[in-house]
């Protein structure tokens, strides 16, 4: 059996069962004026790891291994996003209102567009999500067993947030979980590397962790 140098141990991998899994590469966490930055954030922290994240997805496309892009995202009559999401907190501007690069988290609109540098490519899926979670009010399940998929390395952002969610949502429907460290990124440097602890504490509990250069070595 193949594997992969991982933490708390190796990752045991199946190449034919293995994609990877972008979360959230969106201008809007990543550029000033989108969501992130309305939240108070240095988004210039996202933008640091867009180098990894791109060897990543250029691996698997050359391995001819499926990707899966995330977005969290809003129809534009916001009859996906709950009231608590919206009124949270105290942002600049809140998930719909007009910003310099359009609407807020709403499907279509350019700030909530991917990184032009990360974008997806033909055939490669991308799932459109209303929660932190890629699994809840998404195909993504379904996407995943039509294709046979059982194993997903997680890249993307934010690591405690919606990259985390939708690594809890994959572990207990089944799916073993690899989250690439240098291609993943928090608002919260301690957020990070608390998040990356804990996922692989307790003998892997929610997955394993690994460097980008060790998925790229046992892909290639
Ligand atoms: N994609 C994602 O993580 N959404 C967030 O809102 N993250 C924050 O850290 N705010």
Known sequence: MDKIKAEPFSF???HDQLALVVIDMQRDFAEPGGFGASLGNDVSRITRIVPDVKR???GFRNAGLPIIHTMECHR???S???PAKRDRGNPTLRIGD???MGRVLISGEPGTAILPELAPVEGEVVIEKPGKGAFYATKLGEVLQQRGIKQLVFAGVTTEVCVQT????ANDRGYECLLAEEATESYFAEFKAAAIAMIRAQGAIVGWT???DDILESIS
């Open 80 to 82: 996906d996003l709950p």
């Open 76 to 78: 534009p009559d916001l």
């Open 166 to 169: 939708t690594m809890r949502e």
């Open 98 to 100: 007009i910003g310099p």
């Open 12 to 14: 045991p991998v199946k």
């Open 56 to 58: 990543l997805i250029e």
């Open 210 to 212: 690994a460097h980008v």
